[in-house]
């Protein structure tokens, strides 16, 4: 229990075992004006495929804009990381997502950090990679949301595991984190035909779930 001390992540779930989170605006940090409608299309795709969550609480893109504005910064690129935890604590979200968007020739990379609001530190990031063309931005963003969204779930999932239990996984998927959670519930219950069944599922979802 010493090696093994709480996650970040732990501070992260409100009372109602759920997560608040502000997305703030994917800043344009190209040459290309081309990218500057994304700042916010990239901001509108993530909220609403995390919206789709009960788990997951979102704040809307138009009350983060309009604390922007009130704050008087309209141009998204002087957005900081801590005028970003600002706006986050204004609208009582534990967790701000704050990303970018970069271009180094032919390939476009979009960044994303997950941070804690009410320490400041960044508890996961991320960078997808695509051709410098728009036709690939929603590949970018269905990535981007996709991992964003099995960080944040299988967070929840694990605050009923013991530390020992959580960091024996390996599991990248939701769903096989589920499937081994409640198999090493059946286990301890001593039924073990039906931890049996439900690390099988693990498996079958995701071959990393080790303990299982």
Not at 46 to 57: C, D, G, K, M, Q
Not at 116 to 130: G, H, L, N
Not at 181 to 188: H, M, N, Q, S, Y
């Given at each position: 229990n010493k090696f093994h001390k709480s996650e970040l992540t732990d501070n992260l779930i409100s009372s109602d075992g759920r997560i608040s989170i502000a997305v703030m605006p994917f800043q344009n940090r190209t040459n290309d004006t081309i990218w500057d409608v994304w700042q916010n299309g990239i901001q509108n795709?993530?909220?609403?495929?995390?919206?789709?969550?009960?788990?997951?609480?979102l704040k809307q893109p138009e009350s983060i804009d309009n604390l922007l504005k009130n704050e008087g910064t309209a141009i998204y690129s002087s957005v900081t990381p801590?005028?970003?935890?600002?706006?986050?604590?204004?609208?009582?979200?534990?967790?701000f997502i704050y990303g970018s968007i970069i271009q180094a020739g032919n390939q476009l990379r979009v960044t994303a950090e997950l941070t804690?609001?009410?320490?400041?530190?960044?508890?996961?990031?991320?960078?997808?990679?695509?051709p410098a063309d728009e036709k690939f931005?929603?590949?970018?963003?269905?990535?981007?949301?996709?991992?964003?969204?099995n960080f944040l779930l299988l967070t929840l999932l694990k605050k009923d595991l013991t530390p020992q239990d959580r960091y024996l996984t390996f599991a990248r998927s939701p769903e096989a984190y589920r499937h081994y959670?409640?198999?090493?519930?059946?286990?301890?219950s001593e039924d073990f035909s039906?931890?049996?069944?439900?690390?099988?599922?693990?498996?079958?979802?995701?071959?990393?779930?080790?303990?299982?």
């Open positions: 795709e993530v909220v609403a495929f995390l919206s789709n969550y009960v788990e997951l609480i801590s005028f970003a935890r600002s706006i986050s604590k204004k609208l009582g979200a534990s967790t804690d609001t009410k320490t400041r530190e960044v508890y996961r990031s991320y960078q997808i990679e695509r931005i929603f590949q970018i963003i269905d990535s981007l949301s996709v991992q964003i969204k959670a409640d198999g090493l519930k059946a286990f301890l039906g931890a049996v069944n439900l690390y099988s599922s693990a498996l079958s979802v995701d071959s990393n779930c080790l303990f299982a």
